[in-house]
């Protein structure tokens, strides 16, 4: 079978479902660990809240930059694709966090 005949593969599609939605069920107790975390965390929280204000902030700048003229293409694309990366590194750790789950 090919790869992309394994694509197709009904069976593969939804064994690759179910792996996802385990991935993603909450315990019970998640609503709790988050809370926990928070109080037990709280330079953590700020830290990784400011990280992500930080990111957001400096991803518009770039974009300013760039409809300024102040960034070539290439340098902007760069750039952008390094902030993105971390935003989203930076967001799943704490979706990961809130629900209890440990989706990369």
Do not use: C
Not at 27 to 49: C, L, R, V
Not at 82 to 91: A, F, H, I, T, V
Request: no cysteine.
């Amino acid at each position: 079978m090919t790869e992309r005949e394994s694509k197709k593969d009904p069976s593969k599609i939804k064994e690759s479902l179910d792996d996802i939605v385990h991935k993603l069920e909450q315990d019970s107790s998640s609503s709790t660990s988050w809370g926990d975390f928070i109080a037990s965390n709280k330079e953590d929280w700020e830290y990784i809240k400011s990280q992500i204000h930080d990111r957001q902030k400096a991803l518009k700048q770039l974009v300013t930059d760039k409809k300024a003229g102040l960034v070539g293409i290439d340098e902007f694309e760069m750039k952008y694709q390094k902030l993105q990366d971390e935003l989203s590194e930076l967001e799943m750790a704490v979706y990961n966090r809130r629900l209890g789950t440990n989706v990369k």
